[in-house]
């Protein structure tokens, strides 16, 4: 079998990425009688029991830049993050009329609030906000998270129209552990060669997966990792640095090539967390909801969206992400009006700060136009990481 390219990959990726109107999900749905899709919203559901179901995931991650939105502003303030705003133009301006259910997780006031936004829009499609715990003890929030996904499985069950079994469970368990295994290798490719494996590529090939069969997205990340081995990309002197903040409202693919273009190495992100969210493997015997219970309480990513009990806690993750990576600092990039990520910023820089990492700070929109400004300010931090490492 010939092997594909790295640019033949990455441009189906892109255009994936470009294609507002979710065709791939719309054929997947046409191809077989029976067929249902189900879109959610950042930044985590159980994706397994939607697939569990015989569904397909989609990921919503708003308009993008290339979206104009206008019908969606009469909906929400303007004072409040873009990301619900181009949602409902994707809504209203029929791009989503093939979508037989939305997934609304917890995260913030604005996505719980969009949830009966689109209960009132589309009263004759599945619409659930999708709660999480914030006790992390196993009889009180694992109690209380397996019930939610019992509920969920449930309400799948009868717009598939039949059971879906523990036995279906598992069996996605096994596919998205799968999925993630593999995801985990692209990203550590990525700290150890980030040269041959720009962050705008492996955005588009991550993105890609919220938008097709996670099968089919296993084996385009498997033709991805072959292609960039076998590449041959010259090394530059770039800084390497994490990014974080990033993990709903989605930057514009320029902003991460604006990165790029200043000196960057980006070698982790919190970008689409869905696909990340779990760090290992889940097990594949037993009560697949416990299962995944167990894996969201005890064996799942720190975000600025997850209550953390124990505030001593607080930025460790981060730090580990550095240290793990190679990266010489961090680049805080949060959309403007993120509650989230803007109040768990100041924690973080402070611990930061007392583990002597370097990092900037500034907000972005998914349709920012404007990146000289920030491609200059990342081009400075790297020039002082240069400095500061050479004295």
């Known amino acids: 079998m010939t092997q594909k390219s790295t640019s033949d990959i990455v441009a189906r990726c892109q255009a994936l990425y470009e294609d507002t109107r979710f065709t ?46 206008i019908h969606g502003d009469a909906y929400y303030q303007s004072y409040i993050c873009r990301i619900p705003r181009s949602t409902i133009e994707l809504g209203v301006s029929g791009r989503l009329d093939f979508v037989d259910g939305m997934l609304f997780p917890s995260i913030c006031d604005v996505i719980r609030n969009l949830s009966g936004m689109w209960k009132m829009l589309f009263p004759n499609v599945y619409a659930r906000y999708f709660d999480v715990p ?43 552990n799968e999925n993630r295994r593999v995801i985990r290798d692209l990203y550590k490719l990525r700290a150890e060669q980030p040269w041959k494996v720009p962050a705008s590529e492996a ?17 385009i990340l498997r033709d991805y990792i072959d292609a960039v081995a076998a590449s041959d990309r010259p090394i530059k002197d770039n800084a390497k640095v994490v990014v974080t903040g990033m993990f709903c409202e989605q930057p514009p693919l320029n902003l991460i090539k604006s990165l790029e273009l200043s000196g960057c190495y980006v070698v982790e992100d919190d970008f689409m967390l869905v696909s990340r969210w779990l760090i290992d493997d889940v097990p594949t015997e037993g009560d697949g909801l416990h299962n995944l219970a167990q894996a969201f309480l005890h064996r799942s990513t720190s975000t600025a969206a997850k209550y953390e009990p124990n505030e001593t806690e607080k930025g460790k993750f981060l730090i580990e992400a ?34 002597g990492i370097p990092f900037i700070a500034f907000k972005y929109a998914e349709n920012s136009g404007q990146m000289q400004p920030i491609r ?16």
């Open 134 to 176: 914030q006790t992390y003890e196993d009889e009180v929030g694992g109690t209380f998270y397996e019930g939610e996904m019992r509920e969920l499985l449930e309400d799948l069950g009868r717009i598939a129209g039949r059971k879906v079994t523990n036995d279906d469970v598992l069996n996605s368990i096994g596919v998205y």
């Open 24 to 69: 791939a999900a719309r054929e997947w749905k046409a191809a077989k009688e029976g067929r249902k899709v189900v879109g959610y919203m950042p930044i985590y559901v159980p994706r397994e029991i939607i697939h569990a179901a015989g569904m397909m995931p989609l990921g919503i991650m708003g308009g993008g830049d290339n979206l104009e939105v």
């Open 203 to 219: 955005y588009l090939v991550l993105r890609a997966g919220l938008l097709m069969p996670v099968e089919e997205h296993t084996q």
């Open 376 to 391: 200059e300010q990342a081009g400075t931090f790297v020039d002082s990481i240069k400095l500061w490492s050479a004295a």
């Open 322 to 355: 550095v240290r793990r990576t190679g990266a010489e600092g961090v680049i805080f990039a949060s959309p403007s009006f993120c509650d989230p990520a803007l109040l768990d910023r100041p924690m973080l820089q402070h611990k930061l700060s007392d583990a």
